[in-house]
């Protein structure tokens, strides 16, 4: 079965520091999507992405955060100065036009 | 988007059938209602989803009545690896590039 992975699976970092978050999404999808997990609280959205640009993005998704898809495959999420509040899970997930998402395995960043 | 109200968390023995109910009273006529699984550590993984009546996969069911306001995730014969936290979603159709809104979710421990 098709999935979509990440890396790294953990990240640790200093504050202030940039930080890229890899994610390789199902082969044939067109949709994708960052989300992050504080520990201890929700699943909160962060950006979509669609057709080589951003489709939506939430409050969280500011100056700091940028994503690219740098080629055929990757999708990635940039965070140019991390901040102590950056520490979460963040998972990629990627959805076809009419499919739900599918997310992968999420990679732990803690900021210290 | 739909407010969605759920049990914080349930318990259930091993073997038992666990039935999860989730209220979303002003739920839109084009809304679909999703279930999502996330295990520790984990990003989520999709169950199932419905618009009315029932609909059973190999994993789960999940029933909806009539007026929508609400639904029922049903788990037959639980194990111990199904001990996870469910979230239900609602929102329009399969999502497509709508981003998910997760809320606090169900956490089910089964014991032995």
């Known amino acids: 079965e098709p999935e979509v992975t990440q890396t790294p699976s953990h990240q640790v970092t200093q504050m202030g520091q940039e930080v ?20 201890g609280q929700k699943v909160e959205f962060l950006v979509s992405f669609y057709n080589n640009e951003i489709s939506e993005k939430s409050e969280i998704f500011d100056d700091q955060f940028s994503v690219e898809r740098p080629d055929g495959s990757n999708f990635t999420l940039k965070i ?9 899970m963040y998972f990629c997930a990627s959805s ?4 739900t998402q599918y997310f992968g395995p999420g990679t732990r960043l803690l900021v210290l | 988007l739909a407010k969605t109200t759920q049990p914080i968390s349930m318990d ?10 989730c209220s979303h009273n002003n739920i839109a006529t084009n ?3 999703t279930w999502y699984q996330q295990f520790p550590s984990q ?8 618009y009315k009546t029932k609909v059973t996969n190999e994993v789960a069911s999940l029933f909806i009545p009539a007026d929508r306001k609400s639904s029922t995730l049903s788990l037959p014969r639980v194990s111990l690896s199904d001990t996870a936290v469910y979230y239900c979603l609602v929102g329009p159709g399969m999502s497509g590039n709508t981003p998910l809104v997760f809320g606090k979710g169900t956490r089910l421990s089964v014991i032995a």
Request: hydrophobic share 35%; with cysteine; glycine share 6%.
């Open chain 1, 80 to 88: 140019r100065s991390t901040k102590l509040e950056d520490s979460a």
């Open chain 1, 96 to 99: 076809d036009v009419q499919e």
């Open chain 2, 43 to 50: 990003g989520p993984r999709f169950i199932i989803q419905g």
């Open chain 2, 31 to 33: 809304d679909y209602i």
């Open chain 1, 20 to 39: 890229i978050l890899r994610c390789v999404p199902i082969s044939n999808h067109l949709y994708f999507y960052w989300y992050r997990q504080i520990l």
């Open chain 2, 12 to 21: 259930s023995y091993e073997g038992q059938e666990v039935n999860i109910t």
